[in-house]
């Protein structure tokens, strides 16, 4: 499946940005030109039943999305080679199944949904997010944001296709950590992350990767705090 992409910048290094679930490459709307000034060809990505990119094909959300999916698509898609590259979420977990592949210089794994598959955490609210989330509640949940931020999610959400949400719970088994990093790779995490236990940094920095927080930052971090994100960033761009 070829994917659809947004670029920032014409520089001679290129830097890739995959999104989380629910959202597209317009959730880069700060990042993508941060980078571009810094010298960078940014290309923004919009995962499969996202954005404009092609919905799944199959029978069941397990056979039209799942991580090897996603990294499949971005295989597909994306330069290999890169001299950087971004996932968020879910879109963390695609950037890792497919780093073989892509052979990126680096790579960045922001609040990554590696053990997406743990109690209390299911599609349910997700599906629901599709279908209430409102101005109001986007604004409620993240008060810092900025209003084009908040239209950008709202965007995002119209244009996304819950079953990715159902799809990825359907392949449990894939819910793990990964191994030692194909390449240098860097862990960033929110304060607090409820995506990666102080356990599993542990373990995640013991298997070779760098682990860095960001202080007061949620989920979304190049969302929340922008220049704390970049600032995270340092030495790695």
């Known amino acids: 499946m070829k994917l659809h992409t947004h670029e920032w910048g014409g520089g001679d290094r ?5 999104h989380g679930i629910q959202s597209d490459h317009r959730t880069w709307r ?4 941060a980078l571009a000034e810094r010298g960078y060809r940014v290309i923004g990505v919009d995962l499969r039943g996202h954005g404009a990119s092609p919905r799944g094909e199959g029978a069941t959300p397990a056979d039209r999305y799942g991580p ?8 597909d898609t994306l330069p290999a080679g890169a001299a950087l590259a971004i996932g968020h ?4 977990l695609a950037l890792w199944r497919a780093v073989d592949r892509l052979k990126p210089e680096r790579a960045v794994y922001s609040d990554p949904a590696f053990v997406y598959d743990r109690p209390g955490l299911g599609p349910e609210p997700f599906v629901g997010f599709k279908r209430f989330g409102t101005r109001q509640f986007i604004t409620t949940m993240h008060p810092g944001w900025a209003e084009e931020d908040v239209d950008a999610e709202l965007a995002g959400l119209a ?3 819950s079953d990715t949400a159902v799809g990825l719970w359907g392949h449990p088994e ?8 194909a390449v240098p790779s860097l862990v960033q995490l929110a304060d607090p992350s409820v995506l990666v236990t102080p ?4 373990e995640l920095r013991r298997r070779g990767f760098e682990v860095r927080t960001v202080a007061g930052a949620g ?7 922008p220049a704390g994100f970049l600032a995270s960033l340092d030495g790695w761009l």
């Open 89 to 92: 979420s879910m879109g963390a």
């Open 174 to 181: 894939l819910s793990v950590l990964p191994g030692a990093p």
């Open 219 to 225: 989920h979304c971090i190049h969302r929340d705090d």
């Open 68 to 75: 090897e999916q996603f990294a499949e698509d971005l295989a």
């Open 30 to 33: 700060v990042i993508g030109p």
């Open 159 to 161: 244009a996304w296709d």
């Open 199 to 202: 356990e599993e940094a542990a």
């Open 14 to 18: 290129t830097a890739l940005l995959i």
